[in-house]
T-cell receptor, first 113, second 106 residues
């Protein structure tokens, strides 16, 4: 397996634009996590899914953020409209049954100007 | 907020053992203790996990206190490549704290 795949690796966008980050988890994994990492706030859990269903979205900062998992192979994190303070590295991770290790993607570095 | 607390930073000399502590005083009976590390410009990577008994793998050892309220990650011989931020988390929470930044001196 190629591991957790995130796209794009880098995204530069203007304030007010819509941004969509994508994640393909490892095949067979039933948990998917979205994280955001900044120097100031560290690694924050935004939302996680179990069997494609959102379980805890308490970390989603504002209504501008939304996440979906239409099937077991794909998830998106959307920011609309984007703001400069959304600039961060966004990580996706997946795991099996929530007890074993989580595997992280390489992250998407988002810059909002 | 994360349910674990760790020292902000630690230093070690190359080829010496390193003991990285973690407190998780509110741990529940079903929580597994997981350790991850993050190298510069990379995503976190799994190191080791355990429930009650001490665990060993090729990367490290995990010593878990009898009351499970604390644990220690042990790197038996630190190398320069082990310089990273080390995180201790509980699997039922999956929230990361600030972690411990390990510096390894040659």
């Amino acid at each position: 397996d190629a591991g957790v795949i995130q796209s794009p690796r880098h995204e530069v966008t203007e304030m007010g634009q819509e941004v969509t980050l994508r994640c393909k988890p490892i095949s067979g994994h039933d948990y998917l996590f979205w994280y955001r990492q900044t120097m100031m706030r560290g690694l924050e859990l935004l939302i996680y899914f179990n069997n494609n269903v959102p379980i805890d979205d308490s970390g989603m900062p504002e209504d501008r953020f939304s996440a979906k998992m239409p099937n077991a192979s794909f998830s998106t994190l959307k920011i609309q409209p984007s703001e400069p303070r959304d600039s961060a590295v966004y990580f996706c991770a997946s795991s099996f049954m929530g007890m074993t290790e989580a595997f992280f993607g390489q992250g998407t570095r988002l810059t909002v100007v | 907020d994360a349910k674990t607390t760790q020292p902000n930073s630690m230093e070690s000399n190359e080829e010496e053992p390193v003991h990285l502590p973690c407190n998780h005083s509110t741990i529940s009976g079903t929580d597994y203790i997981h350790w991850y590390r993050q190298l510069p410009s990379q995503g976190p990577e799994y190191v080791i996990h355990g429930l009650t008994s001490n665990v060993n793998n090729r990367m490290a050892s995990l010593a878990i206190a009898e009351d499970r309220k604390s644990s220690t990650l042990i790197l038996h011989r630190a190398t320069l490549r082990d310089a990273a931020v080390y995180y201790c988390i509980l699997n039922n929470d999956m929230r990361f704290g600030a972690g411990t930044r390990l510096t390894v001196k040659p």
